[in-house]
């Protein structure tokens, strides 16, 4: 079986993180470790190969997916290092929280830069190769605040819907080349900021959750591998909400 290729930004930690040990456990993809820390992606991508897969290969990268010249750079060497890309995960994200009146410019700039524009400048140079292949699967990373808004988040929020309008909108154009566009948009998801969370917020936060619990990373990545998987190829333009029910 021929091996795949996935990119995952954002993935020396968290969320894409566990994206990226999701991929690999299924023994036939190949990961590509991207983030603006690149300490942190060899070690990431080390602990991928500990997974002690036969020819599983993942390799890090320093990617900062706002900057054109950084992404444009990136897929170039993962074409020189493997030759194709099959999955795209557009997971790296930031958050800038306060009420609008207090927001700064560079607040607003920031997030997104890299939420929103990151996700265009690497769907682009993805499209590029994933059109010639005939193939491809891109995910968005959204979230439940797209759909529900969030006080003091005005930013974050438009960032996250952005991504809904490219999902559904790229889906269209490149459907009849065998890619498919969806997206994944996560609740409250089990990570060290809602840890250090007051009890009383965590409970307050909690009381929205039908299920009765924060998610875990691993609800995410699950969402995330069967929206990269040739079983989703006629699922496209859509949205997996993974929140417990908090949004239904």
């Given at each position: 079986m021929e091996r795949k290729v996935a990119l995952i930004t954002g993935s020396a930690r968290g969320i894409g993180k566990e994206i990226a040990?999701?991929?690999?456990?299924?023994g036939d993809i190949d990961i590509v470790v991207a983030d603006i820390n690149l300490d942190d992606s060899k070690a990431t991508a080390i602990e991928i190969q500990k997974l002690g897969f036969s020819g599983l290969v993942a390799e890090p990268f320093k990617l900062n997916v706002a900057d054109s010249a950084s992404v444009t750079e990136v897929f170039k060497q993962i074409m020189d290092k493997f030759g194709r890309l099959d999955?795209?995960?557009?997971?790296?994200?930031?958050?800038?929280?306060?009420?609008?009146?207090?927001?700064?410019?560079?607040d607003w700039e920031s997030v997104l830069d890299i939420n929103l524009k990151g996700a265009f400048l690497c769907s682009r140079e993805a499209i590029k190769i994933m059109s010639k292949q005939r193939y491809g699967r891109i995910v968005n990373i959204s979230s439940v605040v797209a759909f529900m808004g969030n006080a003091g988040q005005v930013n974050y929020s438009a960032s996250k819907a952005g991504l809904l309008g490219l999902t559904?909108?790229?889906?269209?154009?490149?459907a009849k080349r065998g890619i498919t566009v969806n997206a994944v948009a996560p609740g409250f998801i089990k990570t060290a900021m809602t840890d250090s969370l007051p009890d009383k917020v965590k409970e307050e936060m909690m009381g929205a959750i039908p299920v009765?619990?924060?998610g875990e990373a691993q609800d995410v990545a699950n969402a995330v591998s069967f929206l990269a998987s040739v079983e989703a190829e006629y699922i496209t333009g859509n949205v997996i909400h993974v929140n417990g029910g908090m949004y239904m």
């Open positions: 040990l999701t991929f690999a456990k299924k999955i795209l995960v557009n997971n790296a994200g930031i958050t800038r929280d306060t009420i609008i009146l207090r927001m700064k410019d560079e559904k909108s790229l889906a269209r154009e490149y009765g619990r924060f």
